[in-house]
């Protein structure tokens, strides 16, 4: 297959990245980062999470960054909720264009340290789910599965368990009468390599040839970017990822979780390899300045410190 | 084409990382990490450079480091030199694996600012290079294309003037009797991505089957490991890499200059691919670890920050 002409990345940082990251950080510069993103452009932003400040300190501060933060025209908001509760949370704040998500994670062990459910007892709860989005009208457009590469405390994970996971989950929601039209496919952990990119991609591709696949990758082990081109060799039109790698700073001793690719090293690649994305590259370069004064430390994107090829162009054709 | 079985990863952190590296470092430290990194099992290292310590003041030290680095077996220890006077520095010393080499540059004006010659005074003086390398019975095996996917100064680099340029190097070569068995092709800046590696490696390959093509990749803008995996799709058996990405540092105002890709993403890769390199991980990420002290610095490998899946897996699997 060929590169798809346009790709659509959804940028994770204000809500994952920040979760990850040690350092704390103020609502105040929460919400710049959020405004200052929104002016690059992006199609999609995940801009917090709605769950327990007992479980995830981080996210105390989000019904005060939703009121705050600006919404710009072309930009949808996303946010993250695991229950009801969270849900009304965000519907709230009516900032939000409120996802549904189904997930599920292929690592039993993982399943049952971040989520504290085994891979059964998610199958068992996700009609609950469904009917709690349902409730709330929310259109469950994604299925996601979690460490569908591997998993730092069960090792390689199996492509055709992934796809019987897959299959199992769209049967459930079937009898719900709902159909999701994605299937996001996460490393979590950075254990995928281009050739499980490859393999598990096309296997969904031949399984589900009409549902839209989302990359979500990490660059634990240096191979994100590779990670990323072999999907949009495969035709992959949907990525996530984040500002400068936000949230790759393994210090923090999260155990199990590492850095998104860096948003502005996908999006130059996308754009050398003649892929539009829509985003401004050169202000998304700003938001990284920003968003290492911010940490207080250097971060991981590569185009931040090497410049895009296009500003050495502009310079060289002018 | 299908990978490799096995590559050859020349280490090039202690020449070339050390020029570009803007901290100091002392005699002792260089010939520790030369020392250490011959512990892994590296097929080539490159050393240090004999050049004029007028224009190159950090490696007024080579003959020290040449006298002191412990040879291993197993390893080729290489070096770099200009012109006859550094041939013969070299080979006083009796330490190296002298190589013969003819390069030429792609880009007409990095030409002139890193040899002070044009692209026409390189070919016009490359009878007397290769006659001086005749003379100290150096065999010429290499013929090296540096900025062979664009520059700072001058953009993008057409592929088929780097294959003209390539022939007429081996047409000269060939009025000396001489055929350089390799072909190296450098991203000496970091402009290249997967489609301009694919389609210039294709044309070598297609010209000149029986060669062996070298890729010296910088990671600039984060495609370095896609760069090497496309590399290896298409059966590229070399690669040249530097310890931590050892040189990434763009602080030192070495303009027109950027690290090499890391050797320990480039060697993890590879093993999770089913590759061998030979080269022992687990030790390499020691020297990374030595790397960053005696640099006082974060180095920009992603693997000595994730860690291997392997030591993942031994803990997991056993």
């Known amino acids: 297959m060929s590169f798809p002409k346009r790709v659509f ?58 009121k705050n933060f600006k919404r710009y025209p ?29 997930s599920i994670t292929a690592s039993e062990t993982f399943s049952r340290k971040n989520t504290n459910k085994t891979i059964d007892e998610t199958f068992k709860e996700m009609d609950e789910r469904i009917l709690a989005l349902k409730r709330y009208n929310l259109s469950i457009d994604t299925l996601a599965v979690m460490t569908a590469f591997g998993c730092n405390y069960e090792g390689d994970i199996d492509g055709d368990f992934v796809i019987e996971l897959i299959r199992k989950s769209l049967d ?22 281009p050739v499980l990119i490859e393999n598990l991609v096309k296997k969904v591709q031949k399984n589900w040839p009409e549902k839209t696949i989302i990359l979500h990758l990490h660059d634990t082990r240096g191979m994100g970017i590779a990670n990323a081109y072999v999907g949009l060799k495969l035709g992959v039109t949907h990525f996530d990822s984040s500002v400068g790698g936000l949230g790759g700073c393994p210090f923090g001793g999260f155990e199990g979780a590492a850095g998104n ?5 996908l999006v130059h690649m ?20 920003e ?11 590569k185009v931040y410190r090497g410049r895009s090829l296009d500003s050495y162009r502009q310079k060289i054709y002018s």
Chains 1, 2 share one sequence.
Request: glycine share 6%.
């Open 172 to 193: 459930k929601a079937k009898t719900h009468d709902v159909n999701p039209r994605q299937i996001l496919l996460g490393d979590t952990v950075g254990w995928a390599n």
């Open 9 to 66: 990345i959804r940028e994770v940082g204000p809500r994952e990245g920040m979760q990850i990251e040690p350092t704390e950080v103020s609502t105040d510069d929460k919400i710049r980062l959020i405004n200052l993103l929104s002016e690059c452009n992006f199609p999609v932003i995940e801009v917090t999470s709605f769950v327990s400040p007992k479980w995830v300190p981080k996210m105390a501060d989000a019904e005060l960054v939703a």
């Open 291 to 301: 968003a290492e004064r911010i940490l207080g430390r250097e971060l991981t994107s």
């Open 74 to 102: 072309g930009t949808e908001y996303q946010c993250v909720y695991l229950n009801a509760k969270g849900i009304e949370r965000a519907l709230a704040t009516e900032k939000f264009d409120l996802e549904g998500v189904i």
């Open 261 to 265: 690719i860096a948003t502005e090293d």
């Open 270 to 289: 996308c754009h050398e390899l003649g892929i539009e994305t829509g985003i401004n590259l050169e202000k998304l370069l700003e938001v990284t300045e």
